[in-house]
C-alpha cells in the first residue's frame, strides 16, 4: 500500500530533495532524471543518478550507482541499517539489487506505472519467497519527483525522441 500521510513523509524530505537534486544533474546530462541518494546514521555514504546513456551501460541506474558507491564507503555489500531514497519506484533489477544488498528500508517519491517493482507492477521488494525483504514508503516529495519526470520526457518528444 503506498502511504502517503504527511507526518510520515515529513522526515523523508531532507533526503529526498539531495536525490532531486542527483535526479536534476541526470536532466543536466539529458539522462532520464531519476537521482538516489544512500543514508547510513544520518550521513549520505552513496549518491548517484541515471547515467545509461552516458556510460553506454544498461545497468547505469541511480539506484545500482549509489549501491556500489554505498558499499565501497562502508567496506560491505551488506547495506543493513541504510535507507535508500530514489525518486522513482525501483524497478525490478533496482529492487532485486536492494534486496540483494539487504538494505532495510526504501523511500521512493514518484510511482512508475510501467516499471515499478515495489509497490506498482511487482511487489519484489516483500516477496515472501525471498530470504530478505525491505520496508518501503512511497510517495515522498511525489509531485516535484514526477514533475522533473514529466519535463524531461515532454522535451525529449519536442525533440522527436522516444
Known sequence: MLESTPNLLQPH???????????????????????AVIVYNEQVVGE???????????????????????????GSWRLLDC??????????????????SRIPTIVYGATDPKGGAC???YQITDDSRLNHRASVLGGVL????????????????????K
Do not use: S
Open 13 to 35: 524530505d531532507r533526503w529526498m530533495q539531495l536525490a532531486l537534486n542527483q535526479a536534476r544533474m541526470a536532466f543536466e546530462q539529458k539522462e532520464v532524471p531519476v537521482g
Open 83 to 100: 535507507t535508500l531514497y530514489v525518486t522513482l519506484e525501483p524497478c525490478p533489477m533496482c529492487a532485486g539489487a536492494l534486496v540483494q
Open 142 to 161: 511525489q509531485e516535484e519527483c514526477r514533475f522533473l519526470l514529466q519535463d524531461f520526457f515532454a522535451q525529449q518528444r519536442a525533440l522527436g525522441k
Open 48 to 74: 548517484g543518478h541515471n547515467m545509461r546513456e552516458t556510460l553506454q551501460d544498461p545497468t547505469a541506474h541511480a539506484e545500482m550507482i549509489a549501491i556500489t558507491q554505498a558499499a565501497e564507503t562502508l
Open 119 to 121: 509497490h506498482t507492477l
